[in-house]
């Protein structure tokens, strides 16, 4: 059973989709209720610290893993075969996201870690899919943020 992390600021719930639906996503347009997580926890913080800069802490930040049964089916996106996926605000990943979630093809989808690529995956969960009541929540944990993670920038040597 892969443990898949997700963060969330310590006031939301983890196991929730309304921030996406609220905001949208890279693979979701606003309106779609979906959960985003990580392969590894480290690929989460660092997901965590592209949204949210590093100037400063993020704040109290919980966390959890998530099981996904393995002989749950789960969707594989393939970056090959979608160009532009990853550029800034892409029409092309939300296209394929909501494409995936309007038509129920899996509870999940598996997509690259921007920040992680070319070895990182995300894992996008449709809380609403059917298959998704076999996925189960872990106890959530505190988030230890590193301060030298939100020091001044490196110089170039």
Known sequence: ??????????????????????????????GRSLIYASEHYATAILEKL?????????????AAGIHIPDDLPAEHFDPGAVPGWETEESATARAYGDGWH????TAVLIVPSLPGQPVERNFVINPSHPDAVR?????????????????????HL
């Open 1 to 30: 059973m892969p443990t898949v992390y997700r963060l969330a600021k310590r006031r939301y719930p983890i196991y929730d989709g309304s921030g996406a639906a609220l905001e949208g996503a890279r693979w979701n347009s606003p």
């Open 50 to 62: 592209v949204h949210a800069g590093r100037t400063q802490l993020p704040g109290a930040h919980h």
């Open 102 to 105: 309007a038509a129920g093809r």
């Open 135 to 155: 996925i189960r929540v872990g106890p959530s944990f505190e988030v230890v943020w590193d301060g030298r993670l939100f020091s001044p920038p490196a110089t």
